[in-house]
């Protein structure tokens, strides 16, 4: 008997997932000088709302599919967060 299956850990990440994505669109409206960025990527996201906030990170990744080895890749370079973000998206 699995004690986690699929669902329960989808429900577990998105307690996390959905109020930083909502955070992030938020800002993207308030505070667009921020460059907060929201993207969904093999059934999570990868989250930016800013140098310094708290809400910026990757959640549910990889529950919907396999998760591309360029994210590591992009997500690890010298540029600003934000604009790894955006380059990672022109290219999946």
């Given at each position: 008997m699995e004690f986690v299956d699929k669902a329960f850990a989808r429900r577990l990440e998105a307690t996390e997932e959905v109020p930083q994505v909502h955070h992030a669109r938020l800002y993207q409206k308030l505070y667009p000088e921020v460059n907060a960025a929201a993207e969904?990527?093999?059934?999570?996201?990868?989250?930016?709302?800013?140098?310094?906030?708290?809400?910026?990170r990757a959640v549910g990744?990889?529950?919907?599919?396999?998760?591309?080895?360029?994210?590591?890749?992009?997500?690890?370079?010298?540029?600003?967060?934000?604009?790894?973000?955006?380059?990672?998206?022109?290219?999946?």
């Amino acid at each position: 008997m699995e004690f986690v299956d699929k669902a329960f850990a989808r429900r577990l990440e998105a307690t996390e997932e959905v109020p930083q994505v909502h955070h992030a669109r938020l800002y993207q409206k308030l505070y667009p000088e921020v460059n907060a960025a929201a993207e969904e990527i093999s059934g999570g996201h990868m989250v930016f709302a800013g140098v310094g906030s708290p809400i910026g990170r990757a959640v549910g990744l990889g529950l919907d599919g396999p998760v591309p080895l360029l994210i590591s890749i992009v997500w690890s370079s010298s540029t600003a967060p934000v604009e790894r973000l955006r380059r990672l998206m022109s290219v999946l």
